[in-house]
């Protein structure tokens, strides 16, 4: 692996912990000095909350320059001294850049120093020798729009992530617009772009496919049709037919593809063209099918949904989450917000927002008087394999309670899991794709068999009143994210001790961005299978069954669920309560 120096680099610089004090003035050298032959001198300038800032003098002998550029494709860990925590008491590395100077280094810090613990750090160099080379400034013409250079090789190949470096000098509590947009956008070739398509997304129901063959969807600003031809086999290919470019969602779906409604050309779901009715009839050994292509993209089925992946293969596989193995009655709703999804997906790392959005403003709107929902006390936050759990104490808990001990999950990259799943897809940069996936559980212990998982389309407006649709827990949610604006100006906002979530999710994006501009597999990427088997997300109160004479609850989280959707649930209620009775 291209990156693995770096890695081993982390590995033998652990042992170090006091090579740089936290106080303007202190010097960086001593004895340490031995085991970081690049350093040679250099002194802090300033500490702040989240970032150290040190002139370093540094010379690094040109051989090993070599050896290090070899080895690292993206940063070059020209300067590698370990800064003391400014936050936990764990170490770090400070990576440079040759190609800049002034550069800005990222240092990383982190219990393992595994490329998925770091954190990130800014720091200034300000004067340095680096790889031997005692440069000047590149010419103005090459420097980016805040006056420093561009390394030329590195932006060439990714400009934002790092132009964006240079130029947010900030702690990283509000974010430059620069920062704000490589959150936000998610085209092909943008940096979270190419972070997102890593993964499988959910895009569409199952049961969507009993009442059509194909539809037009956009994912992620790529306009596709999804369709399912009549052998079974989902595809996703571009919208637009590779002849003369006709919309391929007026296609029409036979054994094998989707053939186009212009001139017939079918194409199959690897993309490959089988038939070119015209040509193949005046040129019957011609071969010209098979120099044209289309887009096409893998679906699966699982769950009840429909997945794409849109990213380099090979694919990971697609998560075998446990909760979809679970005894109960499951529907999917889905929902466009007309918003950017990183808001949507900042809402899953955002624990006192419950207490406001939904307890409080639903007694509000309820007209109700009276004591308000308990108020949050306490907030944690931790990071595990697939994300992040995040936990409270409020007025009315202990820390001996589920909502402390085990706390709600902000599934990676896209989603919330609390029992059920909210996945926030990017159809574009200013809408979102909402897949929500729901359970009730249903009465007894009789064995349960759901024979189709139902996708609906969950209304967002009020057709009425035009206003936004706030009687359900999701609507209100979708009422704070579109109130952000379509693309939440993030330069704007004053981030308490509320958002530390919040602040932990951009910066693990910043993070896992480079990891993937570097090639690696970004975090919760799972390609072994043995590693993907019923896996286990914590939840809040456990896999408890329905107490079979209440009845199923009414369904809270949307609005609009249809009366046939309803009416199965209450079947197949009864049928459990009757089948538990007679065991
Ligand atoms: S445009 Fe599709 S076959 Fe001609
Ligand atoms: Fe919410």
Request: contains cysteine; neutral net charge.
């Amino acid at each position: 692996m291209r990156d693995r120096g770096g890695e081993s680099l982390l590995g033998t610089l652990r042992r170090d912990t006091d090579l740089l004090e936290e106080r303007p003035g202190a010097p960086v050298l001593g004895a340490e000095r031995d085991h970081h032959p690049f350093l040679e001198r250099g002194s802090v300038t300033s500490v702040s909350r989240m970032r150290v800032v040190v002139r370093p003098e540094v010379s690094v002998p040109a051989p090993a320059a070599r050896a290090l550029l070899d080895q690292s494709e993206v940063l070059i860990p020209a300067i590698t001294y370990l800064l003391p925590s400014t936050t936990q008491g764990v170490t770090g590395v400070a990576w440079g850049r040759p190609d800049l100077r002034p550069a800005t280094v990222m240092v990383l810090t982190g219990p393992a120093l595994t490329p998925r613990r770091v954190r990130n750090f800014s720091t200034t160099l300000t004067t340095g020798t680096y790889f031997g080379m005692r440069g000047s400034m590149p010419p103005s013409s090459h420097r980016t729009t805040c006056g420093h250079p561009a390394g030329p090789t590195l932006t060439a190949r990714y400009p934002r992530i790092s132009v964006v470096r240079e130029c947010d000098r900030r702690s990283g509590h509000m974010l430059s617009s620069q920062r704000n947009k490589l959150l936000c956008e998610t085209g092909p070739g943008t940096p979270m772009g190419e972070l997102l398509r890593r993964y499988w997304q959910p895009i569409a129901g199952v049961s969507e496919f009993e009442r059509q063959d194909a539809k037009a969807v956009r994912i992620m600003g790529e306009d596709l049709v999804l369709y399912r031809d009549g052998d079974g086999n989902y595809g996703l290919v571009d919208r637009h037919c590779p002849h003369r470019r006709a919309d391929l969602a007026y296609g029409y779906t036979e054994d094998r593809g989707l053939r186009c409604n212009y001139h017939g050309w079918l194409f199959d779901h690897s993309g490959a063209c089988l038939h070119q009715p015209f040509e193949e009839t005046r040129h019957p050994e011609g071969t010209f099918k098979d120099k044209v292509r289309i887009k096409a993209y893998p679906v699966a089925a699982k769950a009840g949904l429909l997945w794409a992946y849109l990213g380099p293969q090979p694919a990971p596989l697609l998560p075998d989450w446990d909760r979809f193995y679970s005894r109960g009655y499951k529907q999917i709703a889905i929902s466009e917000i007309p918003c950017n999804w990183f808001q949507c997906q900042e809402n899953s790392i955002d624990p006192v927002h419950f207490e406001w959005l939904h307890s409080n403003w639903s007694m509000v709107l309820r007209g109700q008087d009276g004591p308000r929902a308990p108020t949050h006390t306490r907030l944690g936050f931790d990071e595990f394999d697939y994300g992040f759990v995040y936990r409270r104490v409020r007025a009315d808990t202990t820390e001996d309670d589920e909502l402390w001990t085990t706390g709600r999950v902000c599934l990676w990259p896209n989603c919330l899991y609390v029992g059920h799943f909210e996945w926030r897809v990017p159809i574009d940069d200013t809408s979102t794709l909402s897949v929500g996936w729901f359970i009730d559980e249903l009465p007894g212990d009789a064995p349960f068999e759901q024979r189709r998982i139902p996708c609906w389309h969950a209304p967002v407006r009020d057709e009425k009143t035009g206003r936004w649709i706030d009687t359900h827990v999701m609507n209100q949610d979708y009422i704070a994210w579109v109130g952000q604006g379509a693309i939440a100006d993030r330069t704007l906002e004053h981030l308490g001790e509320s958002d530390r979530g919040v602040i932990m999710l951009r910066k693990r994006m910043f993070e896992e961005m480079e990891a993937v501009a570097a090639g690696r597999d970004p975090l919760g990427t799972i390609r072994d299978p043995a590693l993907n088997d019923r896996v286990y997300l914590p939840i809040v109160g456990g896999l408890n069954r329905a107490a079979p004479g209440a009845g199923p609850q009414p369904f809270v989280f949307l609005a609009g669920q249809p009366d046939e959707v309803r009416s199965e649930l209450e079947q197949a209620w009864q049928q459990c309560a009757v089948a538990s009775g007679a065991s």
